[in-house]
């Protein structure tokens, strides 16, 4: 393959010819003669074809996003000497360079070895792969290249930032029989106090009330309020209409990190998490307890991209055929349509408790643009829109009202959930 250069070179030669004939002057004739030269010259010595062994080392290949992965590539020349060589190391566009290069032009002799040594910040949560290794051989007078590809990629799995939600109180309602941490306002096995009673045959000793049973004459057991699980759903709205902002401040993206975060406090409380996602696909994870729940959640999390335009309707559809009528349902969506309002209402038809958290992507785009009247205005109008809507929403679901810059355990603080009976 030719390099730029030969064009150049050919395109001046040729102009100094048509200049020499049209002036009739051999002075300027022969002005194209160094080109063509230099060309010739080339020709005698083609760039050789690269032919390398690679291997690649990442520091780490799971991380959360903003972290660091510090990545070494050896380069080595398996065959003849290259004079000069280019190697690039391809990085996704969501990565960014944080110290050393992933590019570098340099001489490998036969047997020789390179290395390069860099730093990346992956900005976005995403499955990627680092490579390609493209290397292009250069002759002694950069004429000439030969292109080569090496298929090696190294896999990098980037999960969205987990929020610390220790603080936050939120919990299902409607209890189900399994063992659990939520007072289910029913005596069973539990922690708390909750009454008195005769003592029966095969109760345990430890619950026997020796004060009691000193002063009344007669054997008296304890009862205490049994702790229950509970059911939740976090639906996840990543429809195309909900991205508003940037790669990495957008109401999908904070989504990504709300629903994370539910599931992590949810699951921590023995309790059991569903989750569905609309995007390009309506993606879901079974209802299940425990911690590898919790890897299914955040594996399904990490492919989230904004895309689709399924009606909010399928998500009561899908809630009906697959997870538990008396479920609390966690909406997450920027509400950007007004159809949310009759989603919520089905779903509360059906007996599901809803509570929505709702990313504010007002906020997001005030702070992305530039301050002005007309912007401010605008601001005013849609705020008082989205207020309305919210009111709307109150009557039938709890709704939070979330300003991504401030941490969701503050905005879920607002909220206050009861238990009742299972």
Do not use: C
Not at 38 to 48: C, E, H, Q
Not at 146 to 155: C, Q, S
Not at 235 to 241: C, G, I, P, T
């Amino acid at each position: 393959m030719r390099t730029p250069l030969v064009t150049r070179l050919v395109a001046t030669s040729l102009a100094f010819l048509f200049l020499g004939f049209a002036f009739k002057s051999w002075h300027i004739v022969l002005l194209a003669m160094p080109p063509l030269l230099f060309l010739a010259l080339g020709s005698l010595s083609p760039p050789a074809e690269p032919v390398l062994a690679i291997a690649r080392a990442v520091s780490r290949d799971r991380l959360q996003a903003g972290g660091l992965v510090d990545v070494e590539l050896v380069v080595r020349n398996e065959r003849e000497s290259l004079d000069l060589v280019e190697i690039l190391d391809v990085l996704p566009s969501e990565f960014a360079l944080e110290a050393g290069t992933n590019h570098a032009v340099v001489g490998l002799g036969p047997g020789e070895s390179f290395s390069l040594a860099y730093t990346v910040r992956p900005a976005v949560k995403g499955d990627y792969r680092i490579g390609p290794v493209r290397a292009r051989s250069l002759d002694v007078l950069g004429l000439g290249a030969e292109d080569a590809t090496v298929a090696l990629e190294t896999r990098v799995v980037v999960a969205p930032i987990l929020e610390d939600m220790r603080r936050a109180h939120f919990a299902p309602r409607r209890t189900r029989p399994w063992f659990g941490q939520i007072p289910s306002k029913r005596p069973g096995p539990g922690t708390e106090f909750w009454a008195v009673r005769d003592y029966q045959s095969g109760d345990e000793v430890r619950r026997i009330n020796w004060k009691a049973m000193a002063r009344l004459n007669r054997p008296l057991t304890n009862e205490y309020e049994g702790d229950r699980s509970g059911d939740v759903v976090i639906v996840l709205d990543a429809r195309r209409e909900s991205f508003v902002g940037t790669t990495t401040n957008n109401p999908v993206e904070h989504g990504v990190r709300a629903a994370l975060g539910i599931a992590d406090h949810v699951l921590s409380t023995r309790n059991r998490v569903g989750l569905v996602v609309e995007r390009n696909v309506l993606d879901r994870v079974p209802s299940a307890f425990g911690r590898k729940q919790l890897y299914r959640i955040l594996d399904s999390l990490v492919h989230v991209r904004a895309g689709g335009e399924w009606p909010f309707s399928s998500v009561a559809w899908i809630l009906s055929r697959y997870y538990p009528t008396d479920a609390l349902v966690v909406l997450i969506s920027p509400l950007s349509d007004r159809t949310a309002l009759d989603a919520v209402e089905a779903l509360a038809v059906r007996g599901h408790e809803v509570v929505i958290v709702s990313p504010s992507p007002l906020d997001i785009e005030r702070d992305l643009s530039r301050p002005t009247d007309a912007a401010d205005l605008a601001y005013r109008i849609l705020k008082t829109e989205r207020d309305n809507l919210l009111l709307q929403l109150r009557r039938v679901a709890q709704v939070v009202d979330w300003d991504p810059a401030t941490p969701l355990a503050l905005a879920l603080r607002r909220m206050r959930t009861s238990t009742r009976p299972a």
